[in-house]
């Protein structure tokens, strides 16, 4: 079993940022897909941004040009950095990792196996 270990989290206001990480195994961080998700409560997880080994990383729309994921190999950190946090961004944030995703939708969280256990994201009005 993979350890994902999130950090991070906290209670912002709106407009705010937070920089969530994720300690991960080197190998995991150099070779495997890997993505942040989060699910509110009462809905359905979604996922917020994923990168592939080779580097391309994906966004969802609500998301886009407000969050970066970024990996830093020599920490053995996957980060999701978050500027201009709105109230709707308010859930838990996910790590998750696998060897094999399917490019066409790196953001589909039934394709990770390892997941971490979550860091909360609280964004106030």
């Known amino acids: 079993q993979v350890q994902l270990v999130e950090s991070g989290g906290g209670s912002v206001q709106s407009g705010g940022s937070l920089r969530l990480s994720c300690a991960a195994p080197?190998?995991?961080?150099?070779?495997?897909?890997m993505g942040w998700f989060r699910q509110a409560p009462g809905k359905e997880r979604e996922g917020v941004a994923a990168?592939?080994?080779?580097?391309?990383?994906t966004y969802a729309d609500s998301v886009k040009g407000r969050f970066t994921i970024s990996r830093d190999g020599a920490n053995s950190m996957l980060y999701l950095q978050m500027n201009d946090l709105k109230p709707e961004d308010t859930a838990m944030y996910y790590c998750?990792?696998?060897?094999?995703?399917?490019?066409?939708?790196?953001?589909?969280?039934?394709?990770?196996?390892?997941w971490g256990r979550g860091t909360q994201v609280t964004v106030s009005s």
């Open positions: 990168v592939a080994s080779d580097g391309p990383a």
């Open positions: 080197e190998y995991i961080l150099s070779y495997w897909y």
């Open positions: 998750a990792a696998d060897p094999t995703v399917w490019r066409g939708d790196l953001l589909r969280g039934d394709q990770y196996k390892n």
